[in-house]
């Protein structure tokens, strides 16, 4: 039986203070301060509970249970725990935040390819009679476009009416389970 693999794993420590850019080919952890651009295309970033980060990042994954000022793109996936804080955009395939992270920035949820091709799209069922009503039915009486409002369930979406709004049935499943946020876009989880 062959031994298993061990991942190596850069660690910038607590007293570490790094300017200028970061490129690696391993995975990084950093619970020190860095300033300006980390690129670890294939691999994987966690910032820990006393990592300071204001840089853009490229990686593979982002973890952050520290704080992160900056746009972080992740090619797979971006964690933000639950003592975590995001000054910024994030631009990923797929995105967990737990309760008590804090997030400000927009999210960009990419497709994943060719990947994703395979596999089958999971669409909202339509109900066939009101597919056929006009499309004022779905406008209220103000003209203006049907959008997500709160109703029996405050804080939460349905893929109908994300679906309504012209949103995709990824935009719709996504809607289906986050809370509906506000205009403003500062927001404590």
Known sequence: MDAPKLTEVAHIGKSVVVKGELSGSEDLYVDG????????????????????????????????????EGAIRASDRADLRKSGIVVGDIFTQRIAVEEGAYFKGKVDIQKEGEKTAAKPVARPEVNRDAASKPAAAATPATGSPATATPAANPGTASAASASATGGSSTNASIAAKAPVTPVTQDKKF
Not at 43 to 49: A, R
Not at 55 to 66: F, L
């Open 33 to 68: 301060q860095v300033e300006g651009k980390i690129e670890l295309a294939g691999n994987s970033l966690t910032i820990g509970p006393n990592g300071q980060v204001r840089a853009d990042v490229n990686a593979k994954s982002v973890v952050v249970q520290g704080r992160l």
